[in-house]
């Protein structure tokens, strides 16, 4: 046993792991990953409403040998097999976290045969990441969009360019929301580090400058970033794109079919980790809603919250293709690079398989398919 595994081994949980990096990391790089936006309502409601949710055991059915597997079919691209449902949310800078950065996370995706999405605001060029990924790691680019339409253009073609799957638009985020952490510590990236997507020269690879009130991030996502997101730039960058686009951020039916509609090959509910608009409900409790209304159309995805593997299970249970995860990972980068990343993702997996035997299913349809999951108000007797 390597030092590392024996020190990962210790933390058994993604509590443990979490407590770990915010032990170790800065103040303002760890309040910056840790934040949701203004009182936290929402990303306090994205882990709280899964513990509202019970699994509805069955028994006697034979668990020895369990098909987790799930087969993604996004039109555009041939069909994927992952070992798991679980898949790496796009977070921004990850450099922050651990020298090595977004290239340990693409290690750890390829390594473990996880689909991962990169950040517009990766600390590491896209290039890089695509170039230095084992091969085989199956990559979606996540898309902000600029004021600069060039910029936006750029970054779709250097993605498609370097062998991205599939663009990830972004759409919950037409400002940034507020963190105050972020304010209060005057939240800028580190004077080594730059959003590697751009020339070093450019405004667009650093944050602007900040002081206590006042986050840089937050200045530098008003004055480059475009708040005038609409369908007809969904319909524009699908059209301008040659590879499938998914949108994520969405929270409702009515959005889930205009998204359909407009040519979108897949849809992630997402509240963005509670970091956009508070109040608004958890993904697991928007989830139902966007699944009815694209009736299996496209795959549908969700992220926010997902700490467990009965969490995992839920979530698949009320309709979910895949979950996508985003702090844990960023937490396993923290603590211990690629190899870090690797344990959250076995600790997910072994939860996961835990959650399937003890509940009496042996593949992901059956999972879907027995009413495993109630609201705790089901057993609400009067
Ligand atoms: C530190 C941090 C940075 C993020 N950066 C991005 C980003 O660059 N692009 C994006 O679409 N979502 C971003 N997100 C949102 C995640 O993709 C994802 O929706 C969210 O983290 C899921 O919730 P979870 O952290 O509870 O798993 C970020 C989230 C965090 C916590
Ligand atoms: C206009 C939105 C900027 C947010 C960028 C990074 C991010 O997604 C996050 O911090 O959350």
Redesign the pocket.
């Known amino acids: 046993m390597s030092e590392s595994s024996k020190m990962l081994a210790q933390y058994v949980s993604l509590t443990d792991i979490e407590r770990k990096a915010i032990d170790i990391l800065p103040k303002s790089v760890r309040d910056?990953?840790a934040s949701g936006a203004d009182e936290e309502l929402t990303l306090d409601r994205?882990t709280s409403a899964y513990r509202k949710l019970l699994i509805r055991p069955r028994v006697l059915h034979d668990v020895k040998q369990l098909d987790n597997t799930v087969r993604l079919n996004i039109p555009g691209n041939e069909d994927k097999l992952f070992p798991y449902p679980i898949g790496i949310?796009?977070?921004?800078?990850h450099c922050m976290a651990h020298p090595e950065g977004e290239l340990a996370t693409c290690r750890a995706a390829g390594e473990t045969n996880t689909l991962m999405i990169c950040?517009?605001?990766s600390t590491t060029r896209m290039e890089d990441v695509m170039k230095n990924a084992p091969s085989g790691t199956h990559l979606w680019y996540?898309l902000?969009v600029y004021k600069d339409k060039r910029i936006t253009e750029n970054l779709v073609k250097r993605a498609i360019a370097s062998g991205f799957k599939a663009i990830?638009f972004?759409v919950d985020a037409p400002m940034m929301g507020r963190r105050r952490a972020d304010e209060r510590n005057g939240f800028e990236l580190p004077a080594h580090l730059r959003m590697a997507n751009f020339d070093v020269e450019t405004l667009e690879s650093r944050t602007l400058e900040a002081k206590t009130g006042v986050s840089g991030f937050g200045k530098y996502s008003s004055e480059l970033m475009e708040s005038a997101l609409t369908w007809d730039m969904l319909k524009w960058l699908i059209d301008y794109s040659t590879i499938p686009v998914l949108v994520?951020g969405v929270m409702r039916a009515d959005d889930a079919i205009k998204c359909l509609e407009a040519g979108a090959k897949g849809i992630i509910v997402?509240n963005?980790?509670g970091?956009q608009l508070d109040s608004a409900p958890s993904t697991i409790e928007a989830l139902p809603e966007v699944v009815n209304a694209v009736r299996g159309r496209c795959p549908v995805f969700v992220?926010?919250?997902?700490r467990t593997g009965t969490d995992i299970f839920k979530a698949i249970a009320l309709g979910a293709d895949m979950v996508?995860?985003?702090?844990?990972i960023?937490y396993g980068l923290a603590v211990s690079g690629s190899e870090g990343i690797k344990h959250v993702l076995k600790l997910l997996r072994i939860e996961f398989e835990y959650a399937m035997r003890l509940a009496g299913v042996s593949t992901i349809k059956d999972i879907r398919s027995n009413n495993m999951v109630v609201h705790e108000n089901f057993y609400a007797k009067l």
């Open positions: 910056y990953y994205n949310a796009p977070t921004a800078f950040s517009s605001l996540q902000y990830v972004t994520k997402s963005h980790g970091r992220d926010g919250g997902i996508f995860i985003g702090r844990p960023i």
